[in-house]
């Protein structure tokens, strides 16, 4: 048993997360068309102190229309876009920051702040790790990814034997990645090295374009049907 006060570091680094979903959607439909929009935006507190989580907004549009009754194209596209702020990994070397929570023992008090109001990097002189909390604050790492998704398609039947089908296409993904360290921003827990300071972007993505076309004949001679 310690003689002094004790401290939950658990509960002071991980904090209960929350999300929060808002949802709209305008459909439509009649003899000929079929029609519908809706959009998503999701948020979600990250569960580690100083982490601002996740958050992801969609777009949807549909539309089925037929021209006549031998000729009928459709259309849909989507985009949606994200952003996640990453956990910055833990200092021990374990590469997590629930293990560095547990170097410390219970009579220290990882959500204790300086005078500055910021963490305190090293709250106890006899454990050579940072507090994860220090670190997340003092480091920044971004994720931000698009998605793109768009379909063209038709069909037409000029005789009631023959049918032709077309379709494109289209899909693109990003990712963004951003990761900032100031200059002078302790490296280690006592203070005694210290990064040069450091941005670094990362941008990632991929192209794609698809194109169909085929056609149908379906003929019936007798009991015999050939296509």
Known sequence: AFPGQTYDNLKDVFRPGSFMTQS???????????????????????????????????????????????????????????????????????????????????????????????????????????????????HENLDRRSRTLANVNARYSPLSWLTFQGEVSYDRADLNNLAYTAKGTPSTADGIETDDGSIEFDDEFSDVMNGSVSGTALHAFGDLTTR
């Open 24 to 138: 709209f959607s305008l459909a439509h439909s009649t003899a000929s068309s079929n029609f519908l929009v809706s959009f998503n935006n999701f948020e979600q507190t990250g569960a580690l102190e100083g982490n601002d989580g996740f958050e992801r907004r969609n777009f949807r549009v549909n539309l089925d229309h037929r021209l006549r009754d031998n000729l009928s194209f459709g259309v849909s596209a989507f985009h949606s876009r994200s952003k996640q702020d990453d956990v910055i990994g833990g200092s021990s070397g374990e590469g997590s920051v629930f293990w560095d929570i547990m170097m410390y023992a219970s009579d220290v008090n990882l959500a204790a702040k300086d005078a500055s109001g910021k963490f305190i990097r090293q709250p106890d002189p006899l454990v050579n790790v940072i507090n994860p909390l220090w670190d997340q604050q003092n």
